[in-house]
C-alpha cells in the first residue's frame, strides 16, 4: 500500500510542478492543421455528355441522386417567375404519367423527389434505386407540361405574392437584389404580379427543352452504391438524353456604386425595422481569395461570436442578431450585413454597422480573435464532410468551376495559413461600407434619418423606384368632425344607418396554397357571431351576447380578454360609426396624403386602452379606405392594417353602402376577403345568439 502511496503523490508533485510552470493567462498556440481524407467521388462521362460522380458510403441503405445543370439562361423579362414556376411544371406529370400517377409511383417505393428549374434531387432505400432513377429520368426527358396545372401555379404564385407584399424580409430581398445587381441581370429579376400573370406555357416550354440536355448537366450518385452497380443504371436510364446545342446568355455586370447610397421601403404601420448593407463583388469559386476572404467575414459577422453581434446584441440590446456573408459566385457574388431592430434604433445600428465594417481594414485583428474564427470554420468544414452529399459536390465543384484538383484536400491547411494581414488585405478589398446600398424597411417616420448615410431613394416591395406619399396640411376648414360626416353621408347617411337593425355577412378569403376560408358574421345591434371555416369545418368561432364572451379555435375554448370584449361589443354595434365616444375613440387630425388614386385625409386615433392608429379617408368621395395601427399581445406589439375597396349599396337598404372587398395584414399574414352574400333586416333567429 505505501509504495502507490509514494507513487501518488509523486504524481501530484509533477501536476503541481507542472501548474506552476503553466499562464493560464496565454493562449495556447495553434497546432498544424488537421490532415483530412476527402471521401474518393469515382466518376465517369456518357456518350451524350452527362458527367457523372459516385460517392460510395454503405453505412445506411440508402442511395440519393441529383442532376443539375450548369446554364446560363434568357433573362426572364416581362415574364419573370416562370423559372420557379418551371420547377414545379417538372414534377407535375410526364408524357406516361399524370401528376397523380406520378405521386403515386414515387410514393410506392417511398422515395423523395423534387425539382427546381436547374436541378433534380431523388432520394431512396437501395431496393428502389432503379426505380427512383427511372422516375427521375422520366422527368428530365419527358416532362410534359400542361396549362391547366401552369394555371393552378400562378395563382399559388400570385397568393405567395400578396402575402410577400406585407413580409419585411421578402421586401428587403427585392429590394436588395434590384439595386445590387438591376434587371439587366438575373440575380436582379423579381416577379410581380403582372409578371407572374404573363408567364405563358409556351415560354415554360421553351426553357425546358433548350436547357435540360445531358451535355450540361453533372450528376451525383451518392450512398449504399457502386460504381459498377451506377454506370449500368446510368446507361440504361439516361443513355438515350438527347443532346444538343445549348445556349449561352451574356448579362450585363452591376455597375458599382462611388459613394453609398440608401434604398428606403416605408412599411406602415410597423414596430421595427429590417436592414441590409450589401453591394456586389467579383469573388468566384477557386479564387485564392476566397478561404481568406471568409475567415474576414467571419470575424465580422460570422455567429454570435462575431462583431457586429456582438456590438449590436450584446454591447447595445438592439437586436436579437446581426450577421455578415461574403458569397463567392460563378457570376457575380455580393457582401451583406443583415439586422433588424427598433425603428427608434435603426439609425444608431447602421451608424455601428458601418463602423465595424470599417475596422475591419483599418486594424489589424488579434491573433487570439483570429484563431478562434479559424477553428470556428474549421469546425464547419469538418462537420460538412459528414455528409457524402458534400463530398460529390466538391467533385462537381472542381470539374465545373475548374478549380485545382487539391482545392479541398487542401483547404484546412489554407485555412490555418490565414494572417491578421491577410484579413486585413482581404477587408479593403472586400468590406467597403463606403460603396454599400443600404437598404431599409420599416416606418415611413425613420426616412429622414437615413439622409445621414448617403442619397435616399424610395422602392416599392418589389424593388421598383417610387415615389413617397406626399404630405401636407389639410386644407382650412376641414375638422375630424367634417371628415367624419362626409363619410356617413358617403355610406348612406344616418337614417339608413339607423335603420339597420340585423346583418348576416359571409365572405370568402384566400390564404397560402389555394386554401379557401368562409367567414359568417351575424350582428344584431348587441350580440356578434363570428364564424371560419375551412372546407366545411369550422377552425375558428368567436360569440359575443349580452356583454360576454369566448373564443373557440382547434377544440380550445377560452374567455374572452376585456380588451376583446370591448372590441366586440363596438363590432356588434350597427350604429358605432355614429357614436365613437361610447367607445373611447378619439380622433385629431393628420395631414393630407397624396397617393395615386388620389389625396386623402389623414385622422390619427386614440383607442381607450392607448392604442394609437391611423385612418385614411377619400378626400373627394368621402369614404373610409385604410386604417392602421399598432396592437399589443402576449407575443408583443403586432401591427395591423385593413384596406376597404369597392363599395357598393346594399339591395333593400335605404342607400346604405359597405366595401366588397377588404383586405387585412396583421403581423407577416395577409388575406383579402371578398363580400359574397350580405342580408340586412332579413331577421335573424336567437337560437344563432347562443
Not at 133 to 155: C, H, T
Not at 415 to 421: D, H, I, M, N, R
Not at 456 to 467: E, K
Request: a neutral charge.
Amino acid at each position: 500500500m505505501k509504495k502507490y502511496i509514494v507513487v501518488f503523490a509523486a504524481l501530484a508533485l509533477c501536476g503541481t510542478a507542472q501548474a506552476q510552470k503553466l499562464d493560464r493567462s496565454i493562449r495556447p498556440k495553434a497546432g498544424p492543421a488537421p490532415k483530412i481524407e476527402l471521401g474518393q467521388a469515382q466518376s465517369f462521362t456518357l456518350p451524350n455528355g452527362l458527367k457523372v460522380f459516385v460517392v460510395e458510403n454503405h453505412k445506411v441503405p440508402i442511395v440519393t441522386a441529383s442532376i443539375q445543370l450548369d446554364i446560363r439562361p434568357d433573362l426572364q423579362g416581362d415574364q419573370a417567375g416562370f423559372h420557379d414556376i418551371v420547377g414545379e411544371l417538372l414534377t407535375s406529370g410526364t408524357k406516361s404519367k399524370s401528376k397523380d400517377q406520378l405521386d403515386l409511383a414515387i410514393d410506392n417505393i417511398g422515395a423523395t423527389i423534387n425539382a427546381d428549374e436547374e436541378s433534380i434531387y431523388g432520394k431512396s432505400l437501395t431496393r428502389s434505386k432503379d426505380e427512383m432513377l427511372a422516375l427521375m429520368a422520366d422527368i428530365a426527358q419527358n416532362a410534359d407540361f400542361k396549362q391547366s396545372e401552369l394555371d393552378k401555379l400562378k395563382k399559388q404564385t400570385l397568393s405567395g405574392l400578396a402575402a410577400a407584399k406585407n413580409n419585411p424580409d421578402q421586401m428587403l430581398e427585392n429590394v436588395t437584389n434590384a439595386v445590387n445587381f438591376g434587371s439587366g441581370h438575373p440575380y436582379g429579376e423579381v416577379a410581380t404580379d403582372k409578371t407572374v400573370e404573363n408567364i405563358s406555357l409556351d415560354r415554360c416550354n421553351k426553357y425546358y427543352q433548350t436547357y435540360w440536355r445531358p451535355n450540361v448537366a453533372y450528376m451525383a450518385l451518392v450512398g449504399d452504391i457502386t460504381l459498377a452497380e451506377a454506370k449500368p443504371l446510368i446507361e440504361k436510364y439516361f443513355g438515350s438524353w438527347k443532346k444538343a446545342d445549348v445556349p449561352v446568355a451574356t448579362y450585363k455586370l452591376p455597375e458599382a456604386n462611388t459613394q453609398a447610397k440608401v434604398a428606403f421601403v416605408a412599411k406602415d404601420p410597423s414596430v421595427q425595422s429590417v436592414f441590409n448593407v450589401s453591394y456586389p463583388l467579383e469573388l468566384k469559386p477557386g479564387n485564392p481569395d476566397v478561404i481568406k476572404a471568409s475567415v474576414a467575414n467571419a470575424i465580422l459577422g460570422g455567429g454570435s461570436q462575431g462583431r457586429l453581434f456582438l456590438n449590436l446584441r450584446e454591447a447595445h440590446g438592439w437586436t436579437y442578431g446581426s450577421y455578415s456573408s461574403i458569397r463567392q459566385d460563378e457570376l457575380i457574388g455580393h457582401f451583406t450585413a443583415f439586422a433588424k431592430c427598433r425603428n427608434a434604433v435603426t439609425d444608431s445600428a447602421l451608424v455601428q454597422t458601418l463602423s465595424e465594417m470599417g475596422k475591419m481594414s483599418s486594424t489589424l485583428v488579434s491573433e487570439e480573435d483570429l484563431q478562434s474564427r479559424i477553428a470556428y470554420l474549421t469546425g464547419n468544414f469538418a462537420i460538412g464532410l459528414e455528409n457524402p452529399q458534400t463530398v460529390a459536390q466538391y467533385a462537381i465543384n472542381i470539374e465545373r468551376y475548374k478549380m485545382p484538383k487539391d482545392y479541398y484536400t487542401n483547404y484546412l491547411t489554407n485555412l490555418a495559413a490565414v494572417t491578421p494581414a491577410d484579413v486585413q488585405k482581404m477587408a479593403a478589398k472586400y468590406i467597403n461600407p463606403k460603396v454599400a446600398n443600404i437598404v431599409v424597411v420599416g416606418s415611413s417616420d425613420i426616412a429622414k434619418s437615413l439622409a445621414q448615410f448617403g442619397p435616399v431613394a424610395n422602392y416599392d416591395n418589389y424593388g421598383q423606384p417610387a415615389v413617397a406619399a406626399a404630405v401636407s396640411a389639410i386644407p382650412a376648414g376641414v375638422t375630424v368632425a367634417s371628415i367624419r360626416k362626409a363619410y356617413i353621408a358617403a355610406v348612406g347617411g344616418e337614417a339608413a344607418i339607423n335603420g339597420i337593425k340585423n346583418v348576416k355577412s359571409v365572405y370568402q378569403a384566400e390564404v397560402g396554397q389555394g386554401m379557401q376560408l368562409n367567414i359568417t358574421e351575424l350582428q344584431d345591434g348587441k350580440n356578434l357571431v363570428r364564424t371560419i371555416e375551412v372546407m366545411g369545418n369550422t377552425v375558428q368561432k368567436s360569440v359575443y351576447v349580452d356583454g360576454k364572451g369566448f373564443m373557440e379555435a382547434q377544440g380550445q375554448k377560452r374567455d374572452m380578454s376585456p380588451e376583446e370584449l370591448e372590441e366586440s361589443k363596438m363590432s356588434a354595434d350597427l350604429q358605432a360609426v355614429l357614436h365613437p365616444d361610447q367607445y373611447g375613440i378619439t380622433r385629431s387630425l393628420g395631414g393630407m396624403i397624396s397617393t395615386a388614386s388620389g389625396n386623402q385625409y389623414e385622422v390619427n386615433t386614440k383607442e381607450k386602452d392607448g392604442t394609437e392608429g391611423k385612418e385614411y379617408y377619400d378626400a373627394k368621395s368621402g369614404l373610409l379606405m385604410k386604417q392602421t395601427s399598432v396592437k399589443k399581445t402576449p407575443q408583443g406589439d403586432m401591427p395591423v392594417t385593413i384596406e376597404f375597396s369597392d363599395y357598393k349599396e346594399v339591395p333593400g337598404t335605404n342607400g346604405f353602402k359597405v366595401p366588397y372587398e377588404v383586405k387585412r395584414a396583421i403581423g407577416p399574414q395577409e388575406f383579402t376577403a371578398k363580400l359574397t352574400d350580405i342580408q340586412v333586416n332579413k331577421g335573424i333567429p336567437a337560437s344563432e345568439f347562443k
